[in-house]
């Protein structure tokens, strides 16, 4: 399972799921999903921006092993796919850059959570 995520034109960064945009109309799980990615991608585009680089040829790939018996992602890969004409000395620094990302720290130590109604409140009250 892949979300591959692109930039347009101007920069902005577009999540896909089999060529089709990923959007919360269609499913706010895959939306969640895609975040790791997006997030990497605000990270990606920012590096590329200080050094002016050209976008032109980059997107990211978020390769998932998803079990199809508990519905849970059990693997994720961020692959940063960078044009011939990067230079390779920026290789360990652009993966340093996507590590930052608080979404994929997030996935690596996810926080607790609870749920509780209006209800909940009132009982307590």
């Known amino acids: 399972m892949n979300i591959d995520i692109i930039f347009n034109e101007t920069g902005k960064i ?5 060529g089709k ?4 109309d269609d499913s706010p799980y895959m939306v969640y999903l895609a975040t790791a990615g997006m997030c ?3 990270y990606v585009r920012a590096f590329m921006s200080q050094r002016n680089m050209s976008l032109e ?11 199809r018996m508990t ?11 960078l044009p011939s004409t990067f230079p390779t000395k920026y290789n360990k620094a652009i993966k340093k850059v996507v590590d930052q990302c608080p979404v994929k720290q997030h996935f ?15 009982v307590e009250a």
């Open 21 to 24: 945009e990923i959007t919360m």
């Open 14 to 18: 577009i999540p896909l799921y089999n």
């Open 40 to 42: 990497s991608a605000v």
């Open 71 to 81: 519905n849970m992602i059990e693997e994720m890969e961020i692959l940063v796919n």
């Open 108 to 122: 690596v130590t996810p926080p607790s959570l609870s749920v509780t109604t209006s209800l909940d409140v009132a």
């Open 57 to 67: 040829d980059v997107t990211l790939t978020q390769k998932m092993k998803y079990n």
